[in-house]
């Protein structure tokens, strides 16, 4: 079985650009879900997406993150403008139920 | 959300037993444990969970205390792959929310 795919696996770029991730979670998987990594810390969910509408998304900095799902498959995750802070590893996690989220590989990003 | 309580580091030998505690002392009646691990430079991989009872898997056993102030997760036989942050997650019944702390670092000495 395919695993949570993400890309770009590592990206950089300057202060007020801006990125987009993307991820492909396992198939049949309802529930997508996006995280930020900070150095030395857990992951901290962004959002969590069931099918293709948003179940929370108290936690994403909306002025300047933003996330789709479209078709209820892929994600993408925006960041725009990029500030300093944002240098992280973006996870990407899907699951079929509520006790199990299975884990992509991430995306570093670094701000410069 | 419960707090939890778990060391910065541990270490262990291959092909020993190790026991890794977490106290949540403030979980509630109806939260599952669960713990995950994330190896370096990968994502979180899930490990077990329960509830109440004692659990087992192919990868590890999940002792829970009577009082559920605090669980063990138990790996029969160390390898070098077991190398990881593992994390203690007390979830709320019906939610999928992972709430993560800092976890804990082990270390599998050859």
């Known amino acids: 079985e395919a695993g949570v795919a993400q890309s770009p696996r590592y990206k950089i770029i300057e202060k007020r650009q801006s990125v987009a991730f993307w991820c492909n979670p396992i198939?049949?998987?309802?529930?997508l879900y996006w995280y930020q990594q900070i150095l030395g810390q857990g992951p901290k969910l962004l959002i969590q997406?069931?099918?293709?509408?948003?179940?929370?998304d108290s936690q994403l900095p909306k002025d300047r993150f933003s996330a789709e799902r479209l078709k209820g498959v892929d994600s993408t995750l925006k960041i725009q403008p990029a500030k300093l802070e944002d240098s992280a590893v973006y996870l990407c996690?899907?699951?079929?139920?509520?006790?199990?989220?299975?884990f992509g590989p991430g995306t570093r990003l670094t701000v410069t | 959300d419960a707090k939890t309580t778990q060391p910065n580091s541990m270490e262990s030998n291959e092909e020993e037993p190790v026991h890794l505690p977490c106290n949540h002392s403030?979980?509630?009646?109806?939260?599952?444990i669960h713990w995950y691990r994330q190896l370096p430079s990968q994502g979180p991989e899930y490990v077990i969970h329960?509830?109440?009872s004692n659990v087992n898997n192919r990868m590890a056993s999940l002792a829970i205390a009577e009082d559920r102030k605090s669980s063990t997760l138990i790996l029969h036989r160390a390898t070098l792959r077991d190398a990881a942050v593992y994390y203690c997650?007390?979830?709320?019944?019906?939610?999928?929310?992972?709430?993560f702390g800092k976890g804990m670092k082990l270390t599998v000495n050859p």
């Open positions: 996690a899907s699951s079929p139920s509520r006790y199990e989220q299975y």
């Open positions: 198939s049949g998987h309802a529930t």
């Open positions: 997406f069931q099918n293709n509408g948003v179940v929370d």
């Open positions: 403030t979980i509630s009646g109806t939260d599952y």
């Open positions: 329960g509830l109440t």
């Open positions: 997650i007390p979830v709320e019944g019906g939610s999928e929310k992972l709430v």
